[in-house]
């Protein structure tokens, strides 16, 4: 958190001095990060909405549903026992939003962090009786933090316990490196099938909530998802600021 700190501090002493352009709206904005406020509150009470009405909502993925039916296209035709209960995805990654995500993953502007972290806290606090299920994040592949300096979930799950009071377990380790987004479908679940473990022996929650910040394809929080399960949690749901 002390060098979340640092960094923070050092993006709003330069928006101080140098006032940049909201990702969104283009207005100019000083923030310890570049979005307005109007933005800010408009993605807000959409998560607060999505929170308090899940009811059309597929019931494994959790994306919005157009039909009577309870599940998606897409896992309608899924074989096979899922190690996850349901997704939680808060946002479409649609081309009005990617900026956020890249400008914060990427980019490495760290002050979204807060952001992000107070979109999780409205969902989890106006939805569905989650807040009290303790956080897991997905771990960074190997050689991402010597890389890039930082892991935006770790980041994320980081703020969220020490400044929101969730509880987090960093209990998972991956041992892939190849990165998910340049992988399709069929490859991503291939490349991280028993390449997301638990570490070492301790007593896990029965319930727990795996936290990233995309979800396209699912393989990932199924990977974690079936770590936990094999070391002892007994209902795994996943959590994501975005879904593709």
Known sequence: MRDFCIATARELATLLLSPVDCVLCGKIV??????????????????????????????????PLISTHTLCMKCRTLNGERAL??????????????????????????????FFADLLDAFLRNGPDLE???????????????????????????????ERGYAVYDCLQRTAS?????????????????AIVA?????????????????????????????LKAAGCETVYGLTLFFD
Request: proline fraction near 7%; charged fraction near 25%; glycine fraction near 8%.
């Open 30 to 63: 000083q923030n310890s990060y570049p979005l307005c406020p109007e933005c800010a509150e408009k993605l807000l009470s959409a998560v607060r909405a999505r929170a308090r009405d899940l009811s059309q909502s597929c019931d494994v993925c959790g994306v």
């Open 85 to 114: 209960k349901k997704i939680f995805p808060l946002l479409p990654y649609s081309a009005s939003v990617q900026d956020l995500l890249v400008t914060w993953k990427i980019g490495g502007i760290r002050g979204f962090t807060r």
């Open 132 to 162: 009290r299920i303790p956080l897991v994040p997905v771990p960074p592949r190997p050689g991402k933090i010597a890389e890039r300096g930082w892991d935006q979930i770790q980041d994320l799950s980081r703020y969220l316990s020490r």
């Open 178 to 194: 190849v990165e998910q987004k340049k992988l399709g479908r069929a490859d991503r679940f291939a490349n991280i099938s028993g």
């Open 199 to 227: 570490k070492g022996d301790r007593a896990y929650p029965r319930e727990v909530i795996v936290l990233d910040d995309l979800v396209t394809t699912g393989a990932t929080l199924e990977a974690c998802a079936r770590a």
